[in-house]
């Protein structure tokens, strides 16, 4: 384990309004004022230090958030975006053209794999989907012109753990860029001090919390950071997906409750994991030690936020997941809803849901079942009393 505490990181960066308020101030302009025409012009060429230009190009709002997502992550910088999967699609097109060729995880999300297998063929670019656990099977699609290693450090939604530190060898050795999606786990996970050379996340999940928005961040060194919003080649500044002020500063107020959402998230997750394998429902929970990437995840785990607030249970068919969610939900266990990292518990089958853009082949070489129930575990403060709703529902409805 880790002794790396990314929430001390964050409180590192001291960050005031201008009037000395402790929230930094939205500001909510699209365009900025100068006193002198040379000092637009320059800003405008990223000469200057402090000043802003449009809110396309950066806002301080949006600045303040990735200042707190860079010392969280442990990187030189960050960028944040209206989604997750725009920080995805902008880090993937920034490293990646024509003739390129990217190795991407087969248990990515199913927006994350469609883009790769549909939309990036219109760009020449070739996508080998390999099951990343298996380093002999990453090393053998790699090829002379792989630019680019893919993966997601807690996989979804089969809760594989990608071994950072060997992907990162293997992306050495064929020259290429290794980014990993870590929105899973949040806090729990460095990958950029494991090594990945860019981390991306969708900030709708954990590191927002609240499900009142869609946001995404891209965390990397300072180059790539520039070259991501050069005004000239920049992904980033020229498809535009920019983060709103008022989202980025209600964002940084939740980033600084993270720690100890997550570790009540594991918690949590921990307790119903244990709890549903006790009375013969199979659970997948990497915090379980017969999981079978356990050992991986306590060696490069971050000491202190718990094994992540995701599990997964096979209940065989969609009807009888579908049923069983349908009953959780009339319960007020929490919501039949796609997504994740909310307070309330949110479930959906994730064959049908989540990844129904993986074709059924994928599917079934990924070992998902169609009547698999992933589940985000909430913040719930007695989780015994959510368990005995839960055992209620698998017994009215005979499945135990
Ligand atoms: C692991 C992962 N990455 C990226 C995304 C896409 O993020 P967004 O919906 O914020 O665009 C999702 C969405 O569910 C996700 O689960």
Redesign the pocket.
């Known amino acids: 384990m880790n002794r790396f505490d990314p929430a001390a990181a964050i409180n590192s960066v001291q960050q005031t309004s201008a009037e000395r308020g402790i929230n930094p101030s939205i500001n909510d302009s699209a365009t900025f004022t100068f006193d002198y025409g040379q000092t637009m012009t320059d800003t405008f060429h990223g000469e200057t230090q402090g000043y802003y230009l449009y809110s396309r190009h950066c806002n301080p709002s949006a600045t303040s958030l990735c200042r707190a997502l860079a010392a969280m992550e442990g990187t030189e910088a960050a960028w944040v975006t209206g989604?997750?999967?725009?920080?995805?699609t902008c880090a993937l097109l920034q490293c990646l053209q024509k003739g390129d060729h990217c190795i991407a995880s087969m248990t990515?999300?199913?927006?994350?794999f469609a883009f790769l297998n549909n939309y990036c063929k219109r760009f020449g670019i070739e996508v080998s989907f390999v099951d990343t656990s298996n380093m002999e099977e990453v090393k053998t699609a790699c090829r002379p012109n792989t630019k680019i290693i893919y993966t997601?450090t807690m996989s979804?939604p089969l809760l594989r753990i990608a071994d950072i530190v060997k992907l990162r060898q293997i992306a050495d050795t064929a020259n290429a860029k290794l980014i990993v999606?870590n929105?899973?786990t949040p806090m729990i996970f460095s990958p950029y001090r494991l090594g990945a050379h860019v981390v991306?996340?969708?900030?709708?999940?954990f590191i927002n919390g609240k499900n009142d928005c869609?946001?995404?961040a891209i965390c990397s060194d300072r180059q790539f950071i520039n070259d991501l919003i050069d005004v000239n080649n920049g992904t980033a500044m020229l498809l535009g997906p920019v983060l709103d002020s008022y989202r980025a500063t209600s964002i940084l107020k939740n980033l600084y409750t993270l720690h100890i959402r997550m570790q009540q998230h594991s918690r949590n997750a921990m307790y119903l994991a244990q709890k549903f394998n006790e009375i013969g429902i199979k659970a997948n929970y990497p915090g379980l030690e017969k999981h079978t990437d356990h050992k991986i995840m306590v060696e490069q785990m971050n000491e202190g936020f718990g094994f992540g607030g995701m599990i997964a249970i096979d209940l065989k068919t969609a009807e009888r997941a579908n049923a069983f969610m349908e009953l959780m939900q009339k319960k007020g266990i929490g919501f039949l809803a796609?997504?994740?990292g909310y307070f309330r518990t949110l479930f959906s089958c994730s064959g049908k849901s989540?990844s129904s853009e993986v074709p059924d082949e994928i599917q079934h070489k990924m070992g998902m079942s169609e009547g698999l129930v992933r589940y985000s575990v909430g913040l719930d403060n007695d989780i015994a009393h959510t368990f005995e709703l839960i055992t209620e529902c698998l017994k009215d409805l005979k499945y135990i």
């Open positions: 989604s997750g999967m725009s920080a995805i990515v999300y199913g927006g994350t997601e979804n999606d929105t899973f991306v996340y969708s900030m709708t999940k869609v946001a995404g796609v997504s994740l989540t």
